[in-house]
T-cell receptor, first 114, second 111 residues
C-alpha cells in the first residue's frame, strides 16, 4: 500500500461528457504527478504539482484537460468533452518532500469513453 | 524531447531461465529508475541508479547504469513465476522528480 488513493477506480462515460478524477496522496508527498497509461505503453507524463503550484504541463495535453491541487493536499484531474481517445488509465503518484526518486503510484482510475 | 526506449517489448521464458531488458535514452540522464507492474496493477518502484557505471543487486535482480548515463539494463537470474509482469525503466530529472517512462518489457514465465 503506497498510501496514494484514487477515485473512482473505474469510470465509463459517453463521448462529450465531462469527468473528474481525484487523487489523495499522503501528507509527506509535496510533489504530485499525473500520468496517463494506455494498453501496452508506459505511463505518459501529464502534469505535476509542488504543493499547490502546478509547475509543468505536458505539451501533449489538450486544453480539455485541467488539473488542480487547491490546498496542496488532494488533486483533481478534469477532462472536458471526453473523446474516445481519452480512454486510458489515469495514474497519480506522490513524491516525498525533499527527495528525488521513488514515485508512489495509486491504483489508478480507468476511463472508458463510449 | 527526451525519449526512453526499451527492448524487447515481450519476452517469454521457461521458469529457471535468465531474462534481460535493455533501456536507452536519447539524452544523458540524471538518474534512472526501474518499476514493475503486475497485470491489472500499478507501477511499483524497484530501484534507482544515479552514478555512472553503477551496479546494484536485489536478490536475483541486477541493475546496471551505463558509463555515459544514457542506458541501463535489468537482468533476472533464474526466473520464477512470481517475476511475471511488465518492467519499466524511467529516466528521472533531479530538479523536478518527473519521470519519462520507456514502453516496458512484458515478461511471461512458463512453469
Amino acid at each position: 500500500d503506497t498510501g496514494v488513493s484514487q477515485d473512482p477506480r473505474h469510470k465509463i462515460t459517453k463521448r462529450g461528457q465531462n469527468v473528474t478524477f481525484r487523487c489523495d496522496p499522503i501528507s509527506e508527498h509535496n510533489r504530485l504527478y499525473w500520468y496517463r497509461q494506455t494498453l501496452g505503453q508506459g505511463p505518459e507524463f501529464l502534469t505535476y504539482f509542488q504543493n499547490e503550484a502546478q509547475l509543468e504541463k505536458s505539451r501533449l495535453l489538450s486544453d480539455r484537460f485541467s488539473a488542480e491541487r487547491p490546498k496542496g493536499s488532494f488533486s483533481t484531474l478534469e477532462i472536458q468533452r471526453t473523446e474516445q481517445g481519452d480512454s486510458a488509465m489515469y495514474l497519480c503518484a506522490g513524491l516525498d518532500r525533499g527527495r528525488t526518486g521513488e514515485l508512489f503510484f495509486g491504483e489508478g482510475s480507468r476511463l472508458t469513453v463510449l | 524531447g527526451q525519449q526512453v526506449m526499451q527492448i524487447p517489448q515481450y519476452q517469454h521464458v521457461q521458469e529457471g531461465e535468465d531474462f534481460t531488458t535493455y533501456c536507452n535514452s536519447s539524452t544523458t540522464l540524471s538518474n534512472i529508475q526501474w518499476y514493475k507492474q503486475r497485470p491489472g496493477g500499478h507501477p511499483v518502484f524497484l530501484i534507482q541508479l544515479v552514478k555512472s557505471g553503477e551496479v546494484k543487486k536485489q536478490k536475483r535482480l541486477t541493475f546496471q547504469f551505463g558509463e555515459a548515463k544514457k542506458n541501463s539494463s535489468l537482468h533476472i537470474t533464474a526466473t520464477q513465476t512470481t517475476d511475471v509482469g511488465t518492467y519499466f525503466c524511467a529516466g528521472g530529472s533531479s530538479n523536478t522528480g518527473k519521470l519519462i517512462f520507456g514502453q516496458g518489457t512484458t515478461l511471461q514465465v512458463k512453469p
